[in-house]
C-alpha cells in the first residue's frame, strides 16, 4: 500500500490523508519534517539521496526527512525515518516550521508543512543504499559556501531550509 501524508492547512491543522504520490502531483499542503544531526565539532550530517529516488536524486540535502505517518508526532517520526534511512539511533528536538512550495521538472511538487528536527551524535551512519547513495559531515560555513559555489547539488528544500537554519545556529550557540 502506498504511503499516506497527512493533509494540513495553514495552521498545521490536519483535514484529512492522502497517498504520497498524489500529494506530491496536485502540490497540496501536507505535514513533513526534516533532520539535522550534528556532531560534537557542530557538523552537519549530509546525505546524498540515491540514485533511485523518484524525485531530486543524487542531491545532497539534510541529514533526511520525510512524512509522519497518521498518529505519530513529528519527533517519533524523524527518529523512525533517521533510523531507517542512515542506521541511526539520535534523540531530537523540533526547532521550528515553515512551509514551503516547490515545482520539481518531472511535474510534481514539494508544498509541505515542514517541521525541522535537530540531535546530536559523533555516530558515524549505516546507509541504507536504496535511500541514500553518500553522506559527510561539514561545517555550517562549508556548506554556506558550498550553496552559494554549486547550487545545482543541492535540493531545493535544502537551501531553503539551511538559510533559514543557518540564522537560528547563529543566534542559538548552545546544542543540546
Known sequence: ???QVILVNEKDEPIGLMGKMEAHQKGLLHRAFSVF????KKEVLLQQRAACKYHSPNL????CCSHPRA????IAAGER????EMGMKVPLQEVFSFVYKAPFDNGLTE?????VLIGCSDTPPEINP???ASW???SLEAIREDIEQNPQVYTVWFKIIFEKFYHYLLQNTSLK
Open 81 to 84: 525515518r533517521l533510523q531507517e
Open 111 to 115: 508544498h509541505e508543512y515542514d517541521h
Open 60 to 63: 545532497w540535502t539534510n541529514t
Open 71 to 74: 498518529g505519530e508526532t513529528n
Open 130 to 132: 536504496e535511500e541514500v
Open 37 to 40: 544531526v550534528f556532531n560534537s
Open 136 to 138: 559527510k559531515w561539514l
Open 1 to 3: 500500500m502506498e504511503e
